[in-house]
Antibody
């Protein structure tokens, strides 16, 4: 059973950089799967942020592409997100998940989510 | 690819059948997943590849469709099925979600 856990600051100031890490346990991050980031503003729907494979290949949501960097650290079995120049619109629960490398690319394992608020 | 879900809200009683729709703005073959989300919880995968049930998902959940029109059916609602349901598509390794359908108790 793969387990994922998000970690990082719960409060970020506007114009600063949001950084989160997802720790993967009970499975190696070195698989064919992709590792994804998603977010959900309070009371709203889900949004895909981006995906990364252990090789380092990345796919980004075009709406976030200019501010987003995903990375993977296979030695720590972790992957990370950096979103720069944040605004209040980036306030959300952020989830990491494992995705299938074929077909619909569905995510079968998710972290519990972490709330990040952007506020002065 | 834009996904549209209908209805936005479905008010039903336990034991009734629920039919949820998801329409894509262009063909996505069968690259569609359905998720269930309850308050304060992460999404839970129900259906992948339009019609395949994820492990552990009860048989009352079924998915159908291909191309641009997809359906999630819950044959007989159990109390634990009242939740928000999202469809998600993949095209060229870019993903989008529908806005969700809330299934609540009538």
């Amino acid at each position: 059973q793969v387990r994922l856990r998000e970690s990082g600051p719960g409060l970020v100031k506007p114009s600063e950089t949001l950084s989160l890490t997802c720790s993967v346990s009970d499975s190696s991050i070195i698989t064919d799967h992709y590792w994804g980031w998603f977010r959900q503003p309070p009371g709203k729907g889900l949004e895909w942020i981006g995906s990364i494979f252990y090789s380092g290949s990345t796919y980004y949501n075009p709406s976030l592409n200019s501010r987003l960097t995903l990375s993977v650290d296979t030695s720590k079995n972790q992957f990370s997100l950096r979103l720069k120049s944040v605004t209040a619109a980036d306030t959300a629960v952020y989830y990491c998940a494992r995705g299938a490398p074929y077909g619909s690319g569905s995510c079968d394992h998710w972290g519990q989510g972490t709330l990040v608020s952007v506020s002065p | 690819v834009v996904l549209t879900q209908s209805p936005a809200r479905l008010s039903l009683s336990p034991g009734e059948r629920a039919t949820l729709s998801c329409r894509a703005s262009q063909s996505i073959s069968s690259y569609l997943s359905w998720y269930q989300q309850k308050p304060g919880q992460a999404p839970r995968l129900l259906i992948y590849d339009a019609s395949d049930r994820a492990p552990g998902v009860p048989a009352r959940f079924s998915g159908s469709g291909s191309g641009t029109d997809f359906t999630l059916t819950i044959s007989s609602l159990e109390p634990e099925d009242f939740a928000v349901y999202y469809c998600q598509q993949r095209k060229n390794w870019l993903f989008t979600f529908g806005p969700g359908t809330t299934v609540d108790v009538k």
